[in-house]
Every structure is written in C-alpha cells, then in structure tokens.
Nanobody, 119 residues
Framework: VQLQASGGGLVQAGGSLRLSCAAS????????MAWYRQAPGQERELVAR???????NYAESVKGRFTISKDRAKNTLYLQMNLLKPEDTAVYYC??????????????WGQGTQVTVSS
C-alpha cells in the first residue's frame, strides 16, 4: 500500500487548506484511515480518523475546524482545514490501518506534507 499526501503549504492564520492522500489500493479495503501531524520537537499526534463506516474522530484541538472525508471512487482521503492557527503548523501524515483475515494488522504511512500557518 502506498500513500501519497499533498496539499500542504504556507497560509495565514484564519485561512484554509485541503490535504489529499491518494492510496494505491481500493480504500474500501482499509479499516481506518487517518491524518497525523508532527511539529518540530514534538511527538506525532492523531489529528482525525475515519473508519470503514465513515465514523469519524477528531483531536480536541481541531474539532469544529477540520473535517476528514474520503472518496472511494478516487481512493483518496482528505482533510479540510479551516480557521487555521499557528499551532497547526506541522508535517501532516496520512495513515492506513488494515486488518486482513488471518494476518497481523498492518500500518502504512504517507511521506508527509508540510503545513505552515503564519500569524
């Protein structure tokens, strides 16, 4: 499974960005897809995740501002980020978690895309 993230960039506080993550497989086979982020000197943290039934979870810090979604026809995961704050500055990674019958669970990561929010 390969994940290709894109859409990062430099934006002013209060602005918006949409991240995309294109998967090399049918995302209907992926149990959970998620976005994580890692700021300099900090641990990687979960931002949002979406299950196969489209159930979503968000970090408290992004609730009401970010929306995770997926397009099965395009095999693509999205993260719409609104009302961006300087503290949202980080490298954002997409993640795919797959549980296959009679096999250990597998975790896959994209290469990361930089989001920088200026004050």
């Amino acid at each position: 499974v390969q994940l290709q993230a894109s859409g990062g960039g430099l934006v002013q506080a209060g602005g918006s960005l949409r991240l995309s993550c294109a998967a090399s497989v049918n995302i209907a086979t992926i149990n959970v897809m998620a976005w994580y982020r890692q700021a300099p000197g900090q641990e990687r943290e979960l931002v949002a995740r979406i299950g196969s039934s489209r159930t979503t979870n968000y970090a408290e810090s992004v609730k009401g501002r970010f929306t995770i979604s997926k397009d099965r026809a395009k095999n693509t995961l999205y993260l719409q980020m609104n009302l961006l704050k300087p503290e949202d500055t980080a490298v954002y990674y997409c993640n795919a978690y797959i549980v296959a019958a009679l096999q250990p669970a597998s975790n896959y990561w994209g290469q990361g895309t930089q989001v920088t929010v200026s004050s």
